[in-house]
């Protein structure tokens, strides 16, 4: 529970505006090589496995909550996002309608994308830049 926790700390303080979670998919990725091994399914590595996996789906979904809930962007960033777009993490995220970029550079690439599009928008609403027609 220590991620979502801590994320919901960082989110909910007034002077951050948004969050780039970087290291998604690892616990589940760490359940992909305990399936392949050679101990699997004996010695409980089932239970294991099926945690690690639930894990790195619930800290997507807490990304995705605690985005909606205070308003800002949480992106998450993780090369599993192309290096195994089954892994659980990015899949997650996906299912919640949103990317899971390929690395922080390109979340924050984005985030530098969504904040000028913002200013953009805060001008329109000003009357300072005229509508498309």
């Not at 409980?44 to 909550?65: K, M, N, P, S, W």
């Not at 899971?100 to 913002?118: D, I, M, Q």
Request: hydrophobic letters at 40%; proline letters at 5%.
């Amino acid at each position: 529970d220590t991620i979502p926790e801590v994320m919901e700390l960082i989110a909910a303080h007034p002077d951050v505006h948004s969050i780039v979670y970087l290291g998604l998919g690892i616990q589940s990725n760490q359940a992909r090589l305990m399936r392949e091994g050679g101990f699997h399914p004996a010695h409980g590595l089932d239970r294991i496995v099926a945690y690690h996996e639930r894990q790195d789906e619930r800290f997507a979904q807490a990304a995705d909550e605690l985005s909606r809930r205070y308003g800002k962007p949480i992106l998450s960033a993780t090369e599993l996002a192309v290096a195994d777009p089954a892994n659980p993490g990015p899949a997650a995220v996906r299912a919640t309608g949103r990317l899971c970029y390929a690395s922080g550079n390109r979340a924050v690439t984005a985030l530098g994308h969504l904040h000028r599009y913002a200013n953009f928008r805060d001008r329109v609403a000003e009357g300072a830049v005229e509508r498309w027609r």
